[in-house]
């Protein structure tokens, strides 16, 4: 089983910008996919950003485009999320998550078998 920690989060203004770290311990595989979802109160949790790790492919929530960027390191097995731009409508916890074969279907919330404590990200107006 894979283990995550998650680093960054905290409170901005909107309009600022955060970034989110999430590093892995444990090892991966080719199918691996790593990225981060999100909660907000009284709110199912929501796909954010992922990066599929054997070719590099990049997914974004809709919401997010434009705003958002995962970027990696592979080095340390590392996945970050920088977020400019940010909107109160981004307020969430934030889970960084990864899974062995999530990299076949990188949007689905199941996919992913191991998850982080989940930080939390607040936007004020």
């Known amino acids: 089983q894979v283990q995550l920690v998650e680093s960054g989060g905290g409170l901005v203004q909107a309009g600022g910008s955060l970034r989110l770290s999430c590093v892995a311990s444990?090892?991966?595989?080719?199918?691996?996919?790593m990225g981060w979802f999100r909660q907000a109160p009284g709110k199912e949790r929501e796909f954010v950003a992922t990066?599929?790790?054997?070719?590099?492919?990049?997914y974004y929530a809709d919401s997010v485009k434009g705003r958002f960027t995962i970027s990696r390191d592979n080095a340390k097995i590392t996945v970050d999320l920088q977020m400019n731009s940010l909107k109160p409508e981004d307020t969430a916890i934030y889970y960084c998550?990864?899974?062995?074969?999530?990299?076949?279907?990188?949007?689905?919330?199941?996919?992913?078998?191991?998850w982080g404590q989940g930080t939390q990200v607040t936007v004020s107006s």
């Open positions: 998550a990864a899974g062995a074969s999530a990299g076949l279907r990188p949007l689905l919330q199941r996919a992913y078998a191991s």
């Open positions: 444990g090892g991966t595989s080719n199918n691996y996919a």
């Open positions: 990066m599929r790790w054997w070719d590099g492919s990049i």
